[in-house]
């Protein structure tokens, strides 16, 4: 069960968990029975988890779904009721409530026949006359009726009933338990035969006559909006992402190979890796469309020899974001000396390369190449990673203005005329801090990238 509430409007509803980010409820708890506009998200809170509302588990809603064929109609005694009165609510953070089943067409017609019992069950008014909605939940029992009986009732009260996708109950024979406002959106519940299973065969539309329980309540049929749930849900499913076993590994290359399912949203797949599980560096990133599966692989090439490596596979979409499990590889050693040749005359030698030397030499590299960009920087990294005894690989991180910016510089010394030299290479992406890291929408977030030499 779900409590939905909108402070905005000014109204509360009732309403069940269809998968960990989604709650079914009514069409008119999320969309004007005027104008059929939905309401904006921002005025919801969602409460999961718990009977008494008020301890359960709050959730913002990002997306307001009225069904497609929710349509305000204006029936023949001037009240306005609703024709596919349902609708869906994405929560900003998913739940870890139990999901209710719907019912499908034709598995479930069965429970649709009148004479079925069930259950009603919401945070609606307990009396009609008495404007106070309880805060916990409460639930009663009723019956199933033929769709005469409903198309019959709601014609002589001037009311609206479609038999494709309404249904309605009552409390025969004692009429005691029904439905009222605050229930709007909640479930009506069967099982099927031989089951305890709940299965969810219609949600609460409207009542008659100011709730009296003497007549029937009616309800939108879940299986006749069923396919459009799951097409949501589907829609709204996360990436996976399974590291699989690097090949082709060398004294300085390997590659790197994994598999992805991106979901219903356009995906990022790139490995993460390095020599602790920490990792450090990542692959160059690889878009997948939505709702595929890829096998992506990546070359990593100027590995140290004889050196054990880290990775995995990260795919990451506006609906989430997955991590391959760690896998590791070693290089191959390096190759055994020759036989010494015979002396033969000094040869001018490259000089060694220091610690030191190589943080000032990627500094010098970093602000050759980024000017403004790094002489106002703030450093979050400048690691530095012997390769060799005059080459070093740096990792960097720092920020300027908007933009956090990370990346690679490899420096070295090498011979030009017979003098030592120092050289290097960076390859460096930024991106808008505000987008990447609080739009929740990362995926459009534009990476940029810049590669070459000072």
Known sequence: MAFVENTSVGFRCSGTVVAPDLVLTAGHCAASETTGVAYGPSGYTVYTGNVDWQLGTASAVSQVIPYPGFTPVTTPNGSTLDDGDAALLVLSTPTSAPVIQLASNPTDLALLDSGTGALIAGWGLTDPSVNLEPTVLQ??????????????????????????????????????????????????????????????????????????????????????????????????????????????????????????????????????????????????????????????????????????????????????????????????????????????????????????????????????????????????????RRVSGVKFQCAVAWWHGRNDYYGNVAVWNELVSGTTEWTDHYAIRWVNNHCYFDSGRRARCKIHRHAGTF
């Open 139 to 384: 639930y009663g029992e009723t019956v199933v009726q033929s769709p005469s009986y409903c198309e019959q009732e709601a014609s002589t009260s001037g009311n609206f009933f479609d038999s494709s996708d309404q249904l309605c109950a009552i409390d025969t024979p004692s009429y005691a338990d029904g439905v009222c406002n605050g229930d709007s959106g909640g479930p009506l519940i069967a099982a099927q035969p031989g089951s305890d299973t709940p299965i969810e065969i219609g949600l609460t539309s409207y009542t008659m006559n100011s709730c009296d329980t003497a007549l029937p309540q009616y309800f939108t049929r879940a299986d006749a909006i069923d396919g459009w749930v799951q097409q949501w849900i589907a829609a709204l499913q996360p990436p996976t992402a399974t590291t699989n076993a690097e090949s082709s590994v060398g004294q300085s290359t390997a590659v790197l190979s994994g598999a992805a399912t991106t979901g219903g949203a356009a995906a990022t797949l790139y490995y993460q890796w390095g020599t602790s599980t920490a990792y450090g560096y990542t692959t160059p990133a690889q878009e997948a469309a939505s709702s595929t599966s890829t096998q992506p692989q990546a070359d990593l090439s100027g590995l140290a020899p004889g050196t054990t490596y880290h990775f995995r596979l990260v795919a990451t979409s506006a609906d989430g974001t997955a991590y391959g499990a760690d896998e590791s590889f070693t290089t191959a050693p390096a190759p055994v000396a020759a036989p010494l040749a015979p002396p033969a005359p000094p040869a001018p030698r490259v000089q060694a390369m220091t610690l030191a030397d190589a943080r000032s030499e990627a500094r010098q590299t970093l602000h050759g190449a980024f000017h403004r960009a790094w002489a106002q920087h703030h450093v979050q990294e400048l690691k530095c």
